[in-house]
T-cell receptor
Framework: QKEVEQDPGPLSVPEGAIVSLNCTYS??????FMWYRQYSRKGPELLMY????GNKEDGRFTAQVDKSSKYISLFIRDSQPSDSATYLC???????????FGGGTRLMVKP | DTAVSQTPKYLVTQMGNDKSIKCEQN?????MYWYKQDSKKFLKIMFS???????INETVPNRFSPKSPDKAHLNLHINSLELGDSAVYFC??????????FGQGTRLTVV
């Protein structure tokens, strides 16, 4: 079993829909949680970065962390075709540690 | 003014060859990383390196070796390339507890 699990999708939604992307993890030592977006043949780019539990909002994006359930989510409001990409959750134990990634969820937003 | 740059972008080579991928960051970060992304888009850490410590993922074959001439560079050298080494290799960097920034990737194909 992988340390971080993520449904690979693809997830197909109409433009304007609210998108919910999720990851579960098994290592309770993870403290820092991130969401990256990766377009085809590009490097991952950071969307959201949170420490410990709670919510964080940035524009149309909201990240939630529930450490008691070992579950993190990314919500995208008013989804746009330009949001079509693979979304990767990532986490690490402390400042110097390397990231452990989920396998990514491919999202398609249709006009 | 690319933050994390890798060269080459594409690399096609024969089995048994030795090759290097270069990475440079101009962000003043203190830690650099190499990740491997396989055909299923799963990103896995290979190395983490700062001016004090090299951390190696124990699953990485010793044919792979990072070389850092200075804090802004972390090159990846691969000996005796095998077909299974075909993947996209990403360099990344970070500062302290902050998020990691990724390069655009090097697509390695071993034939």
């Amino acid at each position: 079993q992988k340390e971080v699990e993520q449904d690979p999708g693809p997830l197909s939604v109409p433009e304007g829909a609210i998108v919910s992307l999720n990851c579960t993890y098994s290592n309770s030592a993870f403290q820092y949680f991130m969401w990256y977006r990766q377009y085809s043949r590009k490097g991952p780019e950071l969307l959201m970065y949170t420490y410990s539990s709670g919510n964080k909002e940035d524009g149309r994006f909201t990240a939630q962390v529930d450490k008691s359930s070992k579950y993190i989510s990314l919500f995208i409001r008013d989804s746009q075709p330009s949001d079509s990409a693979t979304y990767l959750c990532a986490m690490k134990r402390n400042a110097g540690n390397m990231l452990t990634f989920g396998g990514g969820t491919r999202l398609m937003v249709k006009p | 003014d690319t933050a994390v740059s890798q060269t080459p972008k594409y690399l096609v080579t024969q089995m048994g060859n030795d090759k290097s991928i270069k990475c440079e960051q101009n962000l003043g970060h203190d830690t650099m990383y190499w990740y491997k992304q396989d055909s299923k888009k799963f990103l896995k850490i290979m190395f983490s390196y700062n001016n004090k410590e090299l951390i190696i993922n124990e699953t990485v074959p010793n044919r792979f070796s990072p070389k850092s001439p200075d804090k802004a560079h972390l090159n990846l050298h691969i000996n005796s390339l095998e077909l299974g080494d075909s993947a996209v290799y990403f360099c990344a960097s970070s500062l302290g507890t902050a998020e990691a920034f990724f390069g655009q990737g090097t697509r390695l194909t071993v034939v």
